[in-house]
Structures are given as C-alpha cells and as structure tokens.
C-alpha cells in the first residue's frame, strides 16, 4: 500500500475494510464505486486502492487482514462515499445488490437535511455502506 500526504482539507488520509475474499472484495467494489465515478488506483499482494481517477492516493482501501485473522465487520462502522447526482446513488446500490451486496436501506431522501439521498449497503463481508449526494435532482 503506497502511502501519500493527504489533501490539506482531508480529515483521513484513507479508510480500510477488510475481506475475506479479494477477488470476491475487488468485482464488488470495483462495481459500487465505479457507479460513483470512483476508481481502482491501486493493487497489492494484500490489498485494492480506490480514489478519483488520476489521484494520485487511494482514500478507501479493501485488505486482507494483515494479522490473518478473519476479516469482520464492525457494528456502528461504515463507510460513506459522495456521490455526484441521485442516480449515481441509485447506481451505487444496484450495482452493490448485483454484486453479492445486500440492502440496508433503498435508495432515498432521509431525514438529514432536505436534499440528503442516500442508499445503505452490506458488502459481502459485512461491511455497511453508504452513498450519498446533498444536491437537488
């Protein structure tokens, strides 16, 4: 895993989930975050880097436990990715339903503010996640 210095208005430098399954981990989020206009930066012997196209640092990070214990999901974690429009949202969540994923909430307005859309996932680990896009349809 490369590491770089983050953007000077990044709160993290990058997020890590764990897998069980890389290959199984990769076609997912290669899926999930692809909707979102996300992309695959970055390869490794135990690991898969994703960020904006051309970045030049992976933000969110899919890895094989490092201690080789089994990968497992945190209650009360997740992950939450900005999404540039509601259908990318709606992608998103397809595309992690399609993928092995399972629905932890459709695609929808919520209760955080008036143009909060977001969808709920489970990765096939576990993991939660999210997609989100404040901006009017």
Same mark, same amino acid.
């Given at each position: 895993?490369? &590491?770089?210095?983050?953007?000077?208005n990044? &709160?993290?430098?990058?997020?890590?989930?764990?897998?069980?399954?890389?290959?199984?981990?990769?076609? @997912?989020?290669?899926?999930?975050l692809?909707a979102?206009?996300?992309?695959?930066?970055?390869?490794?012997?135990?690991g898969?880097?994703?960020?904006?196209?051309?970045?030049s640092h992976?933000? @969110?990070?899919?890895n094989?436990?490092?201690?080789?214990?089994?990968?497992?999901?945190?209650?009360?974690? &997740?992950a939450?990715f900005?999404a540039?429009?509601?259908?990318?949202v709606?992608?998103?969540h397809?595309?992690g339903?399609?993928?092995?994923g399972?629905?932890?909430?459709?695609p929808?307005?919520?209760?955080?503010?008036?143009q @909060?859309?977001?969808?709920?996932?489970r990765?096939?680990?576990?993991?939660?996640?999210?997609a989100?896009?404040e901006?009017?349809?």
């Amino acid at each position: 895993m490369s &590491m770089s210095s983050e953007p000077a208005n990044a &709160m993290l430098s990058y997020l890590t989930l764990g897998t069980g399954d890389l290959d199984r981990a990769q076609d @997912f989020y290669d899926a999930v975050l692809g909707a979102l206009g996300y992309a695959r930066l970055e390869n490794d012997a135990n690991g898969r880097g994703y960020g904006l196209p051309g970045a030049s640092h992976s933000g @969110f990070w899919i890895n094989e436990p490092y201690d080789r214990r089994p990968a497992g999901a945190g209650n009360g974690t &997740m992950a939450c990715f900005n999404a540039p429009s509601r259908a990318a949202v709606r992608a998103f969540h397809a595309a992690g339903l399609a993928h092995g994923g399972r629905d932890e909430g459709a695609p929808g307005l919520r209760d955080y503010g008036p143009q @909060f859309y977001a969808a709920y996932l489970r990765d096939p680990d576990g993991n939660k996640l999210s997609a989100v896009c404040e901006a009017p349809e």
